[in-house]
């Protein structure tokens, strides 16, 4: 269990008891450390699984956690949001507590801000409307009743979006209206449970007695009403191990806050602290555009930064692209997605995410467009679909059935049958056309066939009552089987999540930052924002934005100011002055062929004179708008090439060559054979392959001879 940890990540795991901080940055093991803490403590008989609870901060975060804590064999541990858990207890304390059933959720909040505004004879136009509602959010986190709102924002020098006594109005109809109308909000059931858990000593000391250890990760997006609940759980104990990265702060403006992270150990002197800085999970290329991106900021969180030091091999440098508008960018995005699958990396592995929900649609369109599975949900609901509940009856009644369902009668082996069911509810071999709802239920179905096809696989001879039962418990433990498709997710529903392969899409100014972040620490917040998103990365990471909405209209947009520096033909940090108005603009095959005369390189213009540099024709430290997909075939093809001719692999291309061929995308024999590297020879024995493989299609080998000599 502790081998899998470097020598401060076992510290952590064999911290069982009292106070333990982890302060590290994004890909360090914080993750890895306590869920192994957590199983290696079950497992090692010191920790009840029943008396732990895990706290995170999203539904798939959880779900995540609960699969780690399943393969290390630590199931029965709670792993749940701070929601989920207050909600779990409320019901159950509900009934004893107040009397009844619980009230039910509101499910739109908006709109009853809406008529509590209404009712204040108070004008909201929509986006005050959503900083209102944001606003009563935040009263709500922070304990804040209406009527000390006005004077709590005077205090704190908060930017209110309105007259505070306006909003205090408001705020007051609106949990009125709530209490007519026998509804609770989402911040209810913290604020309730903390209620329950202050007033009845019986109940707090019932869930004290269950739970002994507490385990709370990313808790730098703690919130004053989450730690008030942490320290009613607790009582007077101190089992309590808490992860976090102050400079992925980004839900400040719900009222989450750093400090209870950073002054952790002001509260408890005599905590466990322990730092990781080696950044397991992203390439240098992408840590070093991380590091860079923590070096401009400003604030609180930012005096705590770690570098990062990546513990992996170099990758291809991150990807910048300019699109003239929207759809181009969505389609650019498809097309090279499509690249990378093809070039092996699972759909599964591969994300592109946004700064606001609405900005999927194009990317959904586009990616169906390109056939391209995608999925936008998160996967942790994915027993509670409906179509996969109804696929569950199905099969549960066919393996009830057993041999006498004449479904079944040309079936054979597992995967079959249960293809066979599914088709009863909507499964086919191809998805369907388009996007929307035909296709999520296409994608759930498809996913219960692949769980199938690896179930069979893990246990040869498995029946359809074998694979009911797994299912049954992957529902219980929530564990979903991942959806082989493409995520597209928001930043914020992104963190503590990796993918092989990243899309940061609409990197534009007013999306990023969003038009609405004012304040030097709004701004702030964006700039980690944008962090979390590219330490999302393993190993490709792009970046991408569009001058304009739509095709024809006015390209006034400009790329993001926290790419300044960063992005090449950008000024400022890494960058090396502006070159004919950016680099990194997607441009047509043919300016990037090579140019005659002195080399210079063509992003910075400066002359070079290394011979590597010259093959690259750029400086080594030239940003590369390099095709990685097309690269990573290059070399693929090359190391089949090579064991096939028993020579090493830079016999056939050097990194180098292969590089510059994956930058200048030649399209004929002239182009190829201008690139420095390719000799005549070579261009004989390879010319056909490398310009097949770079017009996307399969290689045709054996031309040219094959003599075994390079
Ligand atoms: P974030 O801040 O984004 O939440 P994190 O610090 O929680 O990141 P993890 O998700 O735990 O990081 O780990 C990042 C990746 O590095 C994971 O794929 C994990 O399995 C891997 N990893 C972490 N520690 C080690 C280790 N000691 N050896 C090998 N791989 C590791
Ligand atoms: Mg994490």
Request: glycine share 10%; aromatic share 6%.
């Amino acid at each position: 269990m502790l081998d899998g940890l470097d020598p401060e990540q076992r510290e952590v795991a064999l911290a069982l008891h009292g106070p333990v901080c982890v302060l590290a940055g994004a890909g360090t093991g914080k993750t890895r450390a306590i869920t192994h803490r957590i199983a290696y403590g079950v497992r090692a008989g010191i920790l009840q699984p029943t008396s732990v609870l895990a706290v995170t901060f999203t539904n798939r975060a959880a779900g995540e956690m609960r699969g780690r804590l399943r393969q290390l064999g630590a199931a029965g541990v709670q792993a749940r949001t701070f929601h989920s858990a207050a909600l779990r207890q409320l019901q159950y304390f509900w009934p004893k507590a107040v009397g009844g059933e619980l009230p039910r959720l509101v499910e739109r909040k908006v709109q009853l801000v809406a008529e509590a505004a209404a009712r204040c004879r108070i004008r909201l136009d929509r986006n005050e409307l959503r900083d209102v509602t944001s606003e009563i959010e935040w009263a709500k986190v922070t304990q804040t009743v209406p009527a000390d709102y006005p004077a709590v924002v005077a205090k704190t020098q908060r930017d209110a979006p309105r007259d505070t006594a306006e909003i205090s109005q408001i705020y007051a109809m609106y949990e009125q209206l709530k209490r007519d109308r026998s509804v609770i909000d989402f911040e209810d059931v913290l604020l309730l449970t903390v209620a329950i858990l202050q007033d009845r000593h019986d109940i707090a000391d019932h869930v004290r007695r269950q739970y002994q250890h507490f385990v709370v990760d990313e808790y730098q997006d703690v919130s004053p009403l989450q730690q008030r609940l942490l320290d009613l759980w607790l009582g007077d104990r101190d089992n309590l191990c808490v992860v976090g990265d102050a400079s992925q702060t980004i839900y400040s403006f719900t009222g989450a806050t750093p400090e209870h992270l950073l002054n952790f150990r002001t509260r408890h002197p005599n905590a466990t602290v322990v730092k990781l800085v080696r950044d397991y999970r992203s390439t240098p290329q992408v840590v070093h555009l991380a590091n860079g991106l923590l070096g401009q900021a400003r604030g609180r969180a930012a005096e705590h930064r770690l570098e990062l030091v990546s513990q992996r091999e170099k990758g291809p440098e991150p990807a910048y692209t300019e699109y003239g508008d929207e759809p181009a960018e969505a389609e650019g995005t498809a097309r090279r997605i499509r690249d990378l699958i093809a070039a092996g990396v699972p759909a599964g592995e591969i994300a592109v995410l946004y700064r606001v929900n609405s900005q999927s649609e194009v990317y959904e369109q586009a990616l169906s467009d390109a056939g391209v599975p995608y999925q936008l949900r998160g996967a942790e609901r994915f027993f509670e679909r409906a179509e996969v509940r109804e696929a569950g009856v199905a099969l549960r009644g066919a393996a009830r059935a057993g041999g006498n369902d004449s479904l079944l009668d040309d079936a054979e082996g597992l995967p079959s049958q249960v293809r066979a069911v599914l088709s009863t509810k909507g499964w086919t071999t191809d998805p369907p056309a388009g996007s929307g709802a035909m296709r999520d239920r296409w994608e759930s179905l498809a996913a219960l066939v692949r769980l199938a096809e690896d179930f069979e696989q893990a246990k040869p001879g498995a029946t359809l009552s074998d694979l009911v039962a797994e299912l049954d418990e992957r529902a219980a433990a929530q564990h979903a089987p991942a959806v082989q498709g493409v995520t597209l997710a928001s930043l914020h529903s992104a963190k503590g999540l990796e993918w092989d392969a990243v899309f940061l899409v609409g990197l534009t100014e007013g999306m990023m930052p969003i038009t609405y972040a004012r304040t030097d620490e709004q701004i702030e917040e964006e700039r980690r924002l944008l962090y979390v998103g590219v330490t999302r990365a393993r190993f490709h990471l792009s970046l991408s934005w569009s001058l304009s909405r739509s095709p024809g209209s006015r390209g006034g947009r400009r790329p993001s100011r926290f790419l300044n520096g960063p992005r090449p033909g950008s000024t400022g940090l890494g960058g090396r002055g502006t070159v004919g108005g950016g680099g990194g603009v997607e441009r047509p095959a043919v300016t990037k062929r090579r140019r005659r005369g002195p080399a210079l390189c063509r992003v910075c213009g400066k002359t070079l004179t290394d011979a590597g540099e010259m093959k690259l024709m750029r400086c080594e430290e030239c940003p590369s708008d390099m095709d990685e997909a097309l690269y990573e075939r290059l070399r693929d093809w090359r190391a089949d090439r090579a064991k096939e001719i028993g020579q090493p692999a830079y016999c056939v291309f050097t990194d180098k060559t292969l590089m510059a061929i994956a930058e200048a995308v030649p399209g004929s024999a002239g182009e190829l054979a201008g690139i420095s590297g390719v000799g005549v020879r070579k261009m004989d024995r390879f010319g056909a392959a490398v310009l097949a493989i770079c017009a996307g299609e399969d290689p045709v080998e054996g031309l040219g001879g094959d003599d075994g000599e390079v």
